[in-house]
């Protein structure tokens, strides 16, 4: 297979972190035409430019995320799940294309004549953040410093610093008083941040300073939801041994769990069941819709997930809304696998 395009690669990004599979992703309506074979020569060689814009819809995001070059996956896949994001993340990357050109450092916007000190003083305190120049930093700091100021999107300096994952930058910020608790326009948290950039020395730090785990953003993602979509081991490891909930649904009903399995992430699943943590996720919860997450992986055709399943205490005879059995799909599918898997566990 040749090696995906550049924007073959967020197609493949956008429908994973999705969790569609190819063949999940051919039963949405929004692509009628749309065959794997289509969709993996999309992957190859690019999306089909005539096609570019509906598949961007079907994302909720615009054209330009799918093609930019400057793009980083991280702020792609922010996009995917934030697409309010789109017009400050542009403007970022041109200011950031300028200064480049011109071989300069990023420059301070101009500031209204109204604006508070505590703006600029938030703005060079950024900069310095994003360079790293950790003595620029504290020489911006002083004791009436407004540490939990926020920007237009509700992100202090907090954010940002769990955003890049600057360790020494978050640190200073909370012996100033940092708000752990900060919520931008959004409703992110510091250690959703984290978690979702899979900045493991910012999740310890912040859940040793005792943040609160089971925070949501506005979609009612927590920061163990977050790793868990991401498959961020680590972070998911952290929030599960310090008794974050496996088992708090979204705002739709959906479940960590759930967003691992139709991922295909073995070792996620396994996690969520793990003997360390005081709340292990439960392997018989069903969906908004019945589904079970056995039944899920079935069908899906996943058999290691479909094993960490059982091994967790899927019951196998547990029976979905159509009042079908995971056992009697597994014969029904015809899997060899699958069925063999089913009559290893039995006692």
């Not at 403007?91 to 101009?110: D, F, H």
């Not at 790293?132 to 907090?158: C, K, R």
């Not at 360790?167 to 900060?182: K, M, P």
């Amino acid at each position: 297979m040749s090696e995906l395009s550049p924007s073959g690669y967020r197609l493949m990004l956008a429908r994973k972190h999705g969790g569609h599979t190819q063949e999940s992703l051919l039963d949405e309506p929004n692509f009628p035409n749309l065959n794997v074979k289509t969709l993996r020569r999309w992957e190859q060689q690019g999306i089909n430019p005539t096609r570019v814009e509906e598949v961007a819809r079907y994302f909720q995001i615009e054209v330009w995320s799918f093609l930019d070059p400057r793009l980083t996956d991280e702020d792609f896949l922010l996009l995917i799940d934030n697409p309010t994001l789109t017009a400050p993340l542009k403007a970022r990357y041109a200011k950031e294309a300028a200064s480049l050109a011109k071989g300069e450092r990023p420059q301070r916007p101009p500031q209204s004549p109204t604006a508070p000190p505590e703006a600029e003083e938030y703005f060079q305190a950024l900069q310095a953040l994003e360079l790293e120049d950790q003595d620029l930093f504290l020489s911006l700091l002083h004791p009436d410093f407004a540490v939990n100021y926020a920007g237009p999107d509700g992100w202090t300096l907090l954010h940002w610093a769990a955003h890049r994952g600057r360790l020494f930058f978050a640190q200073t910020l909370l012996g100033l008083q940092a708000d752990l608790e900060a919520r931008d326009t959004e409703g992110l948290s510091p250690l959703i941040i984290a978690a979702a950039r899979n900045h493991s020395p910012l999740v310890a730090l912040f859940l040793e300073r005792g943040c609160e785990l089971d925070r949501v953003d506005q979609k009612g993602w927590s920061a163990l939801t977050w790793a868990a979509a991401h498959n961020n081991l680590t972070p998911l490891g952290l929030l599960m041994n310090q008794g974050a909930n496996p088992n708090l649904p979204d705002y739709r009903g959906d479940l960590p769990l759930f967003r691992a399995i139709r991922s295909n992430f073995v070792a996620c699943v396994s996690q969520l069941f793990s003997d360390q943590a005081p709340k292990p996720a439960n392997p018989n919860r069903p969906d908004p819709q019945g589904e079970l997450p056995l039944h899920l992986a079935l069908r899906l055709g996943f058999p290691l997930v479909v094993q960490r399943l059982l091994q967790a205490g899927a019951d196998p005879m547990g029976k979905n809304r159509d009042k079908v059995s995971a056992w009697e799909l597994a014969k029904e599918l015809s899997d060899p696998k699958m069925v063999t898997l089913f009559r290893e566990s039995s006692p």
